[in-house]
């Protein structure tokens, strides 16, 4: 079992950044691998970005590249997404989440376990 809170979120202008954390407890966190979706109002639950149980590979969608950044911390139990150069179509809730092994996997029936969700609105 494992279970995740996700912390971070909140309102930034345009062009900011925002760091998001996502605590894990569980023995399997250090072997799974983790991925960060989002959930624009209206919108299906979409990947955003994953990193391997290692840390070693990361993975992310087109429209982040070059401007979020995942990465873990596997002694704290702890992966993070800074996000940096926001704009208005990040606006979502972000969900970490634990995948099924050790290798980032990019589709929902992938990961087992979820988060609550933690809410980013990016202001014009």
């Known amino acids: 079992q494992v279970q995740l809170v996700e912390s971070g979120g909140g309102l930034v202008q345009a062009g900011g950044s925002l760091r998001l954390s996502c605590a894990a407890s569980g023995r399997t966190f250090i072997t799974s691998a983790m991925g960060w979706f989002r959930q624009a109002p209206g919108k299906d639950r979409a990947f955003v970005a994953g990193i391997s149980w290692s840390g070693s590979s990361t993975r992310y969608v087109d429209s982040v590249k070059g401007r979020f950044s995942i990465s873990r911390d596997n002694a704290k139990n702890t992966v993070y997404l800074q996000m940096d150069s926001l704009k208005s179509e990040d606006t979502a809730v972000y969900y970490c989440?634990?995948?099924?092994?050790?290798?980032?996997?990019?589709?929902?029936?992938?990961?087992?376990?979820w988060g609550q969700g933690t809410a980013v609105t990016v202001s014009s």
């Open positions: 989440a634990a995948a099924r092994g050790p290798y980032i996997k990019y589709e929902i029936n992938e990961y087992d376990y």
